[in-house]
Each structure stands twice: as structure tokens, then as C-alpha cells.
């Protein structure tokens, strides 16, 4: 098992109940972490595996492991799709993780850079974490940085 994670994705969209956040937009900072089997990645050092013709299910070959650059490219599409509430966009978001095979476990964070409430606010956020995910680590990664 390995985690894989995006950090401070940052993305200026337009989510927002009010029509002031939707017409104005805001700065969004996302985290994204992944737990998921990569045994045949480390093991061929390829991102798919080669499959026999007569193995293949799909038109695609098996994920070996979670890219990250595909991870951001899911982001930035719910990202660029507006909503009333960040748990929607998390949700879009973890819908579309949860289809790859070998991930086992996700956390997603959303958050709205400061958030119109009429007084100093650095951050509004929205987190969802499931399946098999030890969140024990983050308080190490918090330490090294």
C-alpha cells in the first residue's frame, strides 16, 4: 500500500450559495490523498499494465497505480463546474476517485480562501475521508514541514 497525495491545488472558481460568490468567484485550495495498492507499478515502472488480448475486459489496460496527474485533471474539471455548497464538489470529486480499482482508502479537503462573512476569515473548508485511510500520518507530515 502507498499513499499518494496532491497538496495546495489551487483553483479560482465561482462555488457559492450566494450569487455575489457565484458571479464574483473565489481562490479554492484542495488536498487530495489517496490510499492504493502499487505493487505493479513499482514492480514494471509503468503507469498501466500490458494486458493479452484475451484479458482485457475493457478497451483501456489496468491502472497500475493512481497518477496523480489524471487525480488533477478530475479536480480541475468539478472545480470548473459551479455549485452551491463545497461538500458538493468534494463529493463529484470522491464519486470519481472511488471508481479506480486499487484505491483503498481517500481524503479529500476543499477549502474557500476567505469566505464572505463580513469579518476576517483565512479559510472555510469541507474534508471527507473513507475506506481504508490511517489519517494518524498527517500529524508526522504536519511536523516535517
Not at 122 to 135: E, P, T
Request: charged residues 30%.
Amino acid at each position: 500500500m502507498a499513499t499518494i497525495a496532491l497538496e495546495g491545488v489551487r483553483f479560482f472558481a465561482r462555488h457559492g450559495y450566494y450569487e455575489e460568490e457565484q458571479v464574483l468567484g473565489n481562490t479554492f485550495v484542495l488536498d487530495v490523498i489517496v490510499n492504493a495498492d502499487i505493487e505493479l507499478a513499482a514492480a514494471t515502472d509503468e503507469l498501466y499494465e500490458e494486458m493479452e488480448e484475451d484479458e482485457i475486459e475493457e478497451d483501456e489496460p489496468a491502472a497500475t497505480t493512481v497518477n496523480y496527474e489524471l487525480l488533477y485533471f478530475i479536480c480541475q474539471l468539478e472545480m470548473k463546474t459551479p455549485a452551491k455548497l463545497l461538500e458538493t464538489v468534494v463529493d463529484r470529486i470522491v464519486d470519481r476517485i472511488v471508481a479506480f480499482d486499487n484505491v483503498t482508502g481517500y481524503l479529500v479537503r476543499l477549502r474557500k480562501l476567505n469566505p464572505p462573512l463580513g469579518g476576517r476569515v483565512d479559510g472555510a473548508w469541507v474534508m471527507v475521508n473513507g475506506g481504508n485511510m490511517d489519517l494518524s500520518y498527517l500529524q508526522l507530515v504536519k511536523k516535517l514541514k
